[in-house]
T-cell receptor
Framework: AQRVTQPEKLLSVFKGAPVELKCNYS??????LFWYVQYSRQRLQLLLR??SRESIKGFTADLNKGETSFHLKKPFAQEEDSAMYYC??????????FGKGTKLSVKP | EAGVAQSPRYKIIEKRQSVAFWCNPI?????LYWYQQILGQGPKLLIQ????????DSQLPKDRFSAERLKGVDSTLKIQPAKLEDSAVYLC??????????????FGEGSRLTVL
């Protein structure tokens, strides 16, 4: 089964500190992976996708096939980054399979 | 553009009662998804429509859950009879045909169900 694992339920850092949200996936060929974010009182929305190799709001994520990981990183966390972050992989029918999510709390 | 609309936002029912949720996707989006999100977990796909046809309903508990998208636009998800474990947020999402390929789903605000 295609699985996505986010080992941390909660990650708390201080403003300006680096942040890394972990995501591992079960091996299955060439996965397509994404990070979605849900800010307080807002809808779940796409943050970034690995095929774009883009940086959004200072966040980047690199697909590491050897470690089957897709960790989300930001060198300097901001208070407005506080949110729920979900790692997801694309399923066989184009749907998304989500991890359980990690709550990021950035303290002032 | 208007986002994905869902109603009701909140619903409280007793077990064995029935409930229905409605979703109106973004105009022109061919693919519609219903996800169930139980507290502390990530969203889990219940059913996926492409226009008015079902693409995947493998995780839909068909003995109590049903969903339809008759005209290929808005959709209804029904639970009858509800169980305590159905307490969750029901998320509707839509994507354009290209969006389904790129993984960009647009989510509604969700309908929070509490079963007592």
């Amino acid at each position: 089964a295609q699985r996505v694992t986010q080992p941390e339920k909660l990650l708390s850092v201080f403003k300006g500190a680096p942040v890394e949200l972990k995501c591992n996936y079960s091996y299955s060929g060439s996965p397509e992976l994404f990070w979605y974010v849900q800010y307080s009182r807002q809808r779940l929305q796409l943050l970034l996708r690995h095929i774009s190799r883009e940086s959004i709001k200072g966040f980047t994520a690199d697909l590491n096939k050897g470690e089957t990981s897709f960790h989300l990183k930001k060198p300097f966390a901001q208070e407005e980054d506080s949110a729920m972050y979900y790692c997801a992989r694309k399923g066989s029918q184009g749907n998304l399979i989500f991890g359980k999510g990690t709550k990021l709390s950035v303290k002032p | 553009e208007a986002g994905v609309a869902q109603s009701p936002r909140y619903k409280i029912i007793e077990k064995r009662q029935s409930v229905a949720f409605w979703c109106n996707p973004i105009s022109g989006h061919a693919t519609l998804y219903w996800y169930q999100q139980i507290l502390g977990q990530g969203p889990k796909l219940l059913i996926q429509f492409q226009n008015n046809g079902v693409v995947d309903d493998s995780q839909l508990p068909k003995d109590r859950f049903s969903a339809e998208r008759l005209k290929g636009v808005d959709s209804t998800l029904k639970i009858q009879p509800a169980k305590l474990e159905d307490s969750a947020v029901y998320l509707c999402a839509s994507s354009s045909f290209g969006g389904a390929n790129t993984g960009e789903l647009f989510f509604g605000e969700g309908s929070r169900l509490t079963v007592l």
